[in-house]
C-alpha cells in the first residue's frame, strides 16, 4: 500500500509559493542541495517536473498551478489541526460533563454550579452520580470527567488533583438535645449515642481511635452511607452526628452545630480527573468553575494550589 511522505506536502508549498529553490532552502532551513533533492522527490511521487527553468529562474508548470492552492489548503489545515486550541467558545459550547460525588458536595455547591455554568455555557449540561466508593476505575474510563473527594492510595497515580478546601469534624444534634446546653466534654460527647457514617459498614473510625487514647468509648446506635442520612438522623432523634462542616453546610439548616471535643485531624477535599482532559479547554474551565464555587463561603479554605498528579501533594 502506497503511504506518501506527508512532509513533502510542506515542501511543495514552500517550493511553489517561492519559485525558488534557494529561497525555499533558505526559509525551511535547509542546504540548497537537501531542497534540491526534495524537489527531485516531489517530481518523481507527482510525475510532474513542478519547476522547469526559464531564463535564470524557474517557472511552474501547469500541474504545479493547479496544485498549489490545494497544498496551501492543506497546509494550513494541517498546522491549525496540530496547534494548541487558543480560545474556547462558551456561547456556542454543546456537551454533556459527568461529576461524581458526594449528595453533600451537591446538595452545598451544586446549585451555585449549574448556576455559574447555566450562564456562561447554556449548551452544557451537568451530569452528578452519587459517589458510592472511593474507586477511581470511573476516571480511568472515561465514564466520569470529574471527582471530588479526600485523595489517598486508593486512587490511581496516575489521576490529577487539585485541592478544593479543607474541612474540619463537627458535631451535629437536634434543638433541644441534651448537648444543646452546656460545656460539651469529650466525656459528655463519648457517653451520647452516635450515628456513624461509613460506606463499607465499618464500626470504628478515626474518632473512635482518637477517643481510644482518652480511654473513651462512643456508642454506636446505627451506621449509615451517607451524611445527608446522618444528619437526618440526627435531627429526628437523640443520636449525635459527627460530621465534616463545610461539605455538609446546608444539610445542618436548622440542627445545632458544636465543635468535637477532641482534637481531629482537618481533611483536604480535592477535585480529581483523569490526564486525557487536562489540556482540554472546555473541561479547564469547568474545573475552574468548580474551584471558584468552591473557594466562595465563610470556612476553612485550602491555598490555592496548581493542578498535580496524585502522586503529588496538592496542600
Known sequence: MFRPDLNLLVTLDVLLSEGSVAAAAKR??????????????????????????????????????????LA????????????????????????????????????????????????????????FVQKTDRDSAPLRDGSVDLETGVVGRHHGPELMTQALFRD???????????????????????????????????????VDEVLATLGLTRAIATVVGSFSAALALAGATDLVATVPERHTGSLRDRLITFAVPVALPEITVSLLWHPRHDADLAHRWLRGCVREICSSGAAPEADPAPEAPVGVSPA
Open 28 to 69: 525551511l532551513r535547509l542546504s540548497p542541495s537537501a531542497m534540491s533533492r526534495q524537489l527531485a522527490r516531489l517530481r518523481e511521487v507527482t510525475g510532474d517536473p513542478l519547476l522547469v527553468r526559464a531564463g535564470r529562474g524557474l517557472v511552474p508548470t501547469p500541474r504545479a498551478i493547479e496544485l498549489a492552492p
Open 168 to 206: 474540619r469534624f463537627v458535631a451535629v444534634v437536634r434543638p433541644g438535645h441534651p448537648l444543646a446546653d452546656g460545656i460539651v466534654t469529650p466525656e459528655r460527647y463519648a457517653a451520647a449515642r452516635h450515628v456513624l457514617v461509613s460506606r463499607k459498614g465499618v464500626e470504628r473510625t478515626h
Open 72 to 127: 496551501a489548503t492543506l497546509v494550513r489545515d494541517a498546522e491549525e489541526m496540530l496547534r494548541p486550541a487558543q480560545r474556547l467558545d462558551l456561547a456556542g459550547l454543546v456537551r454533556r460533563f459527568t461529576l461524581r460525588v458526594t449528595d453533600g458536595f451537591l446538595e452545598n455547591f451544586g446549585p451555585a454550579l449549574i448556576a455559574r455554568v447555566e450562564a456562561q455555557a447554556p449548551g452544557v449540561r451537568l451530569r
